[in-house]
């Protein structure tokens, strides 16, 4: 693992058996209440993105609000909530993605970004890549151009990478684990 990798993965918690019973959660609050390693990771996030000229960072909710709005700050471009259906006020787009078990569904306001804008998205995880591939179908349904897909953890047993892949888009990681 390079150095960033081992920082992060230390700042990381493993909670095992949550929210059931073979899942090891984890946890990024420990990250985020590290300055420093909050720090790193935010700035690996977005360095290869420096002098792309993005539009608009794009956070899946609730951890993707949080990293995605620290890098569209670094960037200086706009930051997008991806948010669980009924949450936003104005007129909205929706998705459905898949779970473990079952669909969800997930919005964003239909003025959120404009045709061509260069988006990035943003969350604290991919594991089997549902989510995430819901949201770039809903920022493609309005004409954005999904740049970069960019997450701390990867679980690369779930797959999610590749599935991101096959549908064009660059998945960029920062430390990964085994297992769910
Ligand atoms: P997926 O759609 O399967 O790629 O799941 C990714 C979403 O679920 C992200 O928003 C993650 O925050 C959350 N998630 C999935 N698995 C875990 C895990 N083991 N630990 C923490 N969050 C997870």
Redesign the pocket.
Known sequence: MSDIATTLATAIRAIHDYPKPG?????ITTLLGNAGAFRQAVDELVRPYNGLAIDQVAG?EA??FILGGAMAHQLSSGFVPIRKKGKLPHQTVRMA?S??YGTDEMEMHVDAVRPGDKVILC??????????EGAVKLLRQLGADVVSACFVID?PE?G?RQKLEALGVEVRTLVSFEG?
Do not use: M, P, Q, V
Not at 23 to 27: A, E, L, N, P
Not at 123 to 132: Q, R
């Open positions: 899942i090891i959660f984890r946890d899946i951890r993707g993605y779970l473990e969350d604290d995880l991919i594991a089997t890549g549902g989510t995430a679980l779930l999610g769910h």
